[in-house]
């Protein structure tokens, strides 16, 4: 069984969690008028990536390609547009929960090149660490170098090195007298703390829930949560009802040389239960997003440029239901092409709560 350093990138959404209406956001109309900020009582907007046979991104489609179903029923698209240029926000959620140097190297390093791909000057981006605790690095700001300053921060609370071991030893089995080894070449630790969906509700609440546009959360973490006040499905709860996609970066990384690693500093990685790589899967395409394996730490920037190019080539459309019965209940949405060989990521439903009044 695979052990995996588990690096979520999430910019979570998922149908079991109630939520509110989605009705804000920027859109162009059918007619190809302006773009307009819309926050209607039963205007639901979607944000969706589209990709071929070949899994680029197609990105140049016209609406005419596009059809919209709500519980298997078409629905009218009111709004379409391609939004390279609309408004970004985007968070960065950094596991620090050690002291590995090579570890916060390859975050910092990766994270900093990704802020300074994805945020433009009309963008907003801002970086958090958890670990024991859940902190600011840096609130939201256009200003990319000094996101790169504030994400090189966390190297120096790294104090011991690993270097590469091409010769992996198998891991040993749990439970037993010994923890098994786990992809740094340390032992398991059973009480690691990670915040993570701690993290998830604290971010979104402070610095995404007031904001207009799209938004987008990115989880880098070592480790399923541990010993958060919040649970999951508070912190699932917390990102559907402020629409943000969620993208989950499962690395597989190969074992460190033991010898070469503070025996004080452990590594409790993600291994496959409830909270798994297919439940982030499902969580993730449930938003829009994907799940995407890594192989290696060393591959963590290019597989972030691909997150990056994605959430610069989205799509959104809109539409008002033709069911105007407001009675909470789950809705699906599914999104189709007229032409095979796409696949579209969207959203999958809503909840249909009327708790938005119309503004123009």
């Known amino acids: 069984m695979r052990?995996?350093?588990?690096?979520?990138?999430?910019?979570?959404?998922?149908?079991?969690?109630?939520?509110?209406?989605?009705?804000?956001?920027?859109?162009?109309?059918?007619?190809?008028?302006?773009?307009?900020?819309?926050?209607?009582?039963?205007?639901?907007?979607?944000?969706?990536?589209?990709?071929?046979?070949?899994?680029?991104l197609a990105s140049q489609l016209d609406q005419g390609e596009f059809r919209v179903l709500e519980d298997g029923?078409?629905?009218?698209?009111r709004f379409f547009a391609h939004h390279?240029?609309?408004?970004?926000?985007?968070?960065?959620?950094?596991?620090t929960g050690t002291n590995m140097a090579w570890i916060l190297n390859e975050e910092a390093t990766a994270t900093s090149l990704f802020m300074k791909h994805v945020v433009r000057p009309t963008d907003l981006g801002f970086v958090m660490s958890y670990h024991a605790r859940v902190e600011t690095l840096q609130v939201p700001t256009?200003?990319?170098?000094?996101?790169?300053?504030?994400?090189?921060e966390i190297r120096s609370s790294g104090t011991a090195v690993g270097v590469p071991d091409q010769t992996p030893s198998p891991p040993r089995p749990f439970p037993g007298s010994t923890p098994p080894?786990?992809?740094?070449?340390?032992?398991?630790?059973?009480?690691?703390?990670?915040?993570?969906?701690?993290?998830?509700?604290?971010?979104?609440l402070r610095y995404l829930e007031q904001e207009v546009g799209r938004k987008a959360v990115v989880i880098?973490?070592?480790?399923?949560?541990?010993?958060?006040?919040?649970?999951?499905?508070?912190?699932?709860?917390?990102?559907l009802e402020n629409d943000v996609i969620a993208y989950v970066l499962q690395i597989y990384d190969p074992p460190r040389e033991a010898s070469h690693v503070d025996h004080c500093d452990v590594i409790h990685t993600y291994q496959r239960d409830e909270h798994g790589e297919e439940v982030?899967?499902?969580?993730?395409?449930?938003?829009?997003?994907?799940?995407?394996?890594?192989?290696?730490?060393?591959?963590?920037?290019?597989?972030?440029?691909?997150i990056s190019d994605e959430l610069h080539h989205q799509y959104s459309l809109g539409y008002y239901p033709e069911n105007q019965n407001w009675d909470g209940k789950f809705r699906q949405i599914q999104i189709v092409t007229q032409e095979h060989g796409y696949k579209v990521y969207a959203r999958k439903g809503y909840y249909a709560h009327s708790k938005y009044q119309a503004t123009r």
């Open 84 to 95: 390279s240029d609309v408004v970004l926000n985007v968070g960065v959620l950094l596991d």
């Open 220 to 239: 880098v973490a070592m480790s399923g949560d541990s010993k958060s006040e919040s649970s999951l499905e508070d912190a699932l709860e917390v990102l």
């Open 181 to 204: 080894i786990g992809p740094t070449g340390q032992p398991y630790n059973k009480h690691r703390e990670a915040h993570l969906y701690d993290a998830i509700r604290v971010s979104t």
């Open 3 to 56: 052990r995996a350093i588990g690096v979520s990138l999430l910019v979570m959404a998922f149908s079991t969690i109630n939520i509110g209406l989605s009705a804000t956001g920027f859109a162009q109309d059918a007619a190809g008028q302006n773009n307009v900020i819309e926050k209607s009582v039963d205007l639901v907007s979607v944000y969706f990536t589209v990709r071929d046979n070949k899994k680029q």
């Open 73 to 77: 029923k078409t629905q009218a698209i």
């Open 280 to 306: 982030l899967k499902k969580l993730a395409e449930a938003t829009g997003g994907r799940m995407l394996e890594v192989r290696g730490m060393d591959k963590l920037t290019i597989t972030l440029d691909e």
């Open 142 to 152: 256009s200003d990319t170098t000094l996101l790169q300053e504030k994400v090189d």
